[in-house]
Nanobody, 118 residues
């Protein structure tokens, strides 16, 4: 059974940093692209970042230069380092495998809340 468990969210002031982690199990982690997707209150899904099985990195324009995705295949873990956080980064952040642009496909973690507020 595929399982994805996120952690690391919380309340942070604007300009602050957080690091999200997602521990995966139930599949060969190193063989899969992994995604971070977020959903702000009353808004749709927004793809944030992805990392290929070979380690290529991709970012949405809204977070490029501020967020860094990485993976540790030995620990079956994908990370999202978030710096210079803004109030508009407030959302539930999900770790996803096989993201297809909708909530219906792929495998999703339970999500972790990130709130950026003074």
């Amino acid at each position: 059974e595929v399982q994805l468990v996120e952690s690391g969210g919380g309340l942070v002031q604007p300009g602050g940093s957080l690091r999200l982690s997602c521990v995966a199990s139930g599949f060969t982690f190193s063989s899969y692209w992994m995604y971070w997707v977020r959903q702000a209150p009353e808004k749709g899904l927004e793809w944030v970042s992805k990392i290929s099985s070979g380690g290529k990195l991709y970012y949405a324009a809204s977070v490029k230069g501020r967020f860094t995705i990485s993976r540790d295949n030995a620990k079956n873990t994908v990370y999202l380092q978030m710096n210079s956080l803004k109030p508009e980064d407030t959302a539930v952040y999900y770790c996803v495998r096989d993201y297809d642009g909708s909530r219906l496909g792929g495998y999703w973690g339970q999500g972790t809340q990130v709130t950026v507020s003074s």
